[in-house]
């Protein structure tokens, strides 16, 4: 084994989520403040992100309150990384791996502290975004290169496309083929979340990344037949179509049974437990389903892990140890 694939450093990223209600409107401040989301003057942006987040704040908070009181993106991503340790320590690889978020605590900045703290090694950042966009893999890698630059640190290696991984795609494959019942009456809505147009009109390459994972999926699944749909936007101009009108779609088509793949999340949250399994399913249900169900995410399906260790595994070069 090279010196190369011995040791590494690994930093998680995610957008993170308010660990308590009290966290819910800085949250989302600071996601309003991003210039990633919102480009042009920042004072305008500053105060628009004060404007946003006292308005949504009351009924954010009644969202977390649904599903436990606080977001478990953290915690998911502690669990990820204690499972990468084991895995790479199987195959002779001492890994380090420290949780950053974008948006929540640790940040950014704390997590590369973190680290660097912890073992002197080649950095690697981990996006855990299925798909890149701009809008936050961009953001989350720009915060990224100004807290290393401060440091004097280098960020060696990166991971941002982990729909790349076979594991990620075989993973949705069979828990699609394994969800679906009676291919004849069952239609498969592949989601992922929205993305205001703003965005989209700049030029992310978001819409090329979700179809392309749609697509390697869907080559898998034989005759069932399935579709993508937008999910979770919020008022002006967002991508779609969204699950509503898709839903309604497959329904006039003659479907009865349909299950949801949320493609682009790595784990549960708002998007999957309220807006999928609360929202979207009390909107279709007077359309007359005799089945509605949601597969999994990766992390309880157990295939996050092996994504994320194969693409590591890849960017390291160290694909015949791992």
Not at 142 to 149: D, E, M, N, Q
Request: glycine fraction near 8%; include cysteine.
């Amino acid at each position: 084994m090279t010196d190369l694939c011995t040791r590494h450093s690994v930093l998680l990223i995610d957008m993170g989520g308010p660990q308590s209600m009290d966290e819910v409107k800085p949250y989302l401040q600071k996601i309003f403040s991003d210039p990633y989301i919102i480009p042009g003057n920042p004072v305008k942006r500053w105060l628009l992100s004060r404007l946003i987040a006292g308005k949504s704040a009351a009924e954010t908070r009644n969202r977390y309150a649904e599903i436990g009181g606080r977001s478990t993106a953290v915690d998911n991503a502690k669990i990820l990384g204690e499972q990468l340790i084991r895995y790479f320590a199987d195959r002779g690889i001492h890994v380090e791996c420290e949780v950053a978020t974008r948006y929540s605590s640790p940040d950014i900045p704390q997590g590369l502290d973190s680290l660097s703290h912890r073992q002197k090694a080649p950095i690697t950042a981990v996006y855990l975004f299925p798909q890149e966009t701009s809008a936050l893999t961009g953001s989350c890698e720009a915060v990224l290169a100004r807290a290393a630059t401060r440091r004097g640190l280098s960020i060696r290696h990166d991971v941002r496309h982990l729909r790349r991984a076979a594991a990620y795609i075989q993973g949705w494959a069979d828990g699609i083929k394994d969800a679906v019942q009676n291919p004849d009456r069952t239609y498969v809505m592949m989601t992922a979340h929205s993305l205001p147009m703003s965005i989209i009109e700049r030029g992310d390459c978001y819409i090329r990344e979700v179809d392309h994972s749609a697509e390697q999926i869907k080559a898998l699944l034989g005759n069932v037949t399935s579709g993508l749909a937008y999910q979770s936007q919020e008022s002006g101009d967002w991508l779609g179509p969204t699950v509503e009108e898709k839903a309604t779609e497959a329904f006039e088509n003659g479907f009865r049974e349909i299950i949801i793949a949320p493609l682009s999340f790595v784990g549960d949250n708002t998007e999957t437990l309220l807006d999928i399994d609360k929202d979207l399913y009390q909107a279709v249900k007077p359309l007359g389903f005799e089945r509605f169900e949601r597969i999994a995410p990766p992390d309880q399906r157990g295939f996050l892990c092996e994504m994320v260790a194969e693409s590591l595994s890849q960017e390291w070069g160290c694909e015949s140890e791992a």
